[in-house]
């Protein structure tokens, strides 16, 4: 069922959001757009180069040796003779290796150490990222913004260097935090707080996922990072601090008489609860279910049905809600811009 599902579901997505804005592809570390991921990339070919080159010489003399001094027919079935202590191949095969593994740790620790020494310009955005069983949450401490699953960030150019620093918290399980195009991995602990930061070098939409096994739904622990432009960003932050005016009081009070509000805060509402995502701009979200699926009337209707059904091990509970409280929910739901 689930393969059946994501196949198609995988493709809608794509289609459906591809139109918007650029998308970069996910998983990719050979196509960088920020300057940590740019140095990894490095580092990966440099380590790639140096292992195919051990690899050929190696492969090339076993070659050699087998081609050249195979048995052959005529051959006496004796044992060759036996040599011992050669000086010269000795300190060869000791050298060249601590050599090429001195080569390879260096490389690795300067990049390591230049990503993590990086200074922190006062104007640099800081977002706080919380990774859960199974979503993230975005936290804005300056702006005031509470977003889960998609964030925004500034773009940075030559002309305008911005820097995006994140805290990395963990409420649950160990998670790990990963946009192959912007950064290498970090692990999101609980009870240790790691950091890390990002540049974006192109706008558009950035595709991420959990990269430590947390659990049932690890593989469906994605994210969004939409680049905007300063002015797009600074758009989306007055947006995301407005709060919501429900269209429908009506539709509001089936959402406030169910058990939502326990989980889900919407600022504006009396709803407070902090075990789910927030949802006062939900709309502004494309997808649903950690990036797993696109944010639409339908989709949020057959998740508040049976949240088992679209995502398997999920911790939302089944609420029993009649057809009319939840036509009236997701209606609701739908005015959350
Ligand atoms: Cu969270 Cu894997």
Redesign the pocket.
């Known amino acids: 069922m689930d393969l059946k599902f994501r196949l198609p579901c995988g493709l809608v997505l794509s289609a459906a959001l591809m139109s918007a804005e650029p998308m970069h592809a996910i998983g990719n570390i050979f196509k960088p757009l920020g300057t940590p991921a740019e140095r990894v990339a490095d580092l990966s070919i440099l380590t790639l180069v140096i292992c195919a080159a051990v690899f050929l010489i190696v492969a090339s003399l076993l070659a050699y040796a087998v081609i050249r001094f195979g048995y052959r027919e005529g051959d006496s079935r004796s044992e060759p003779p036996q040599v011992y202590g050669s000086n010269q191949v000795e300190i060869a095969w000791t050298v060249i290796p601590i050599l090429i593994v001195f080569v390879l740790s260096m490389s690795a620790a300067r990049v390591t150490s230049a990503v993590q020494d990086q200074k922190m310009p006062q104007d640099a955005l800081n977002i706080t990222v919380i ?1 859960h ?2 979503w993230w949450e975005f936290r804005y401490p300056d702006q005031k913004i509470v977003t889960a699953n998609e964030f925004h960030v500034p773009l940075s150019t030559e002309a305008l260097h911005k820097l995006t620093h994140l805290t990395l918290l963990s409420a649950d399980v160990a ?2 935090f990963w946009i192959p195009q912007l950064a290498g991995k970090t692990d999101v602990i609980p009870n240790r707080t790691n950091t890390m930061w990002i540049d974006p070098k192109e706008p558009g939409v950035y595709l991420g996922n ?5 659990g049932t739904q ?1 593989a469906k ?1 994605e994210l969004r990072i939409v680049v905007d432009t300063p002015e797009d960003f600074q758009k989306w932050v007055t947006a995301q601090q407005a709060k919501a005016v429900p269209a429908s009081p009506e539709n509001q009070r089936a959402f406030l008489t169910g058990t939502c509000f326990a989980c889900h805060t919407i600022t504006g509402s009396p709803a407070m609860g902090k075990l789910g995502p927030d949802l006062t701009h939900l709309m502004d979200r494309q997808t649903i279910l950690a990036a797993e699926v696109p944010n639409n009337a339908a989709n949020l209707r057959d998740w508040i049905q049976d949240p088992q059904r679209l995502k398997p091990g999920n911790k939302m509970p089944k609420v029993k809600l009649t057809d009319k409280q939840l036509d009236q929910i997701v209606a609701y739901l739908t005015t959350l811009k």
């Not at 959990?210 to 947390?214: D, G, V």
Request: net charge negative; charged share 10%; aromatic share 16%.
């Open positions: 990774g069983q199974w998670h790990g959990c990269s430590e096994y947390c690890h622990m």
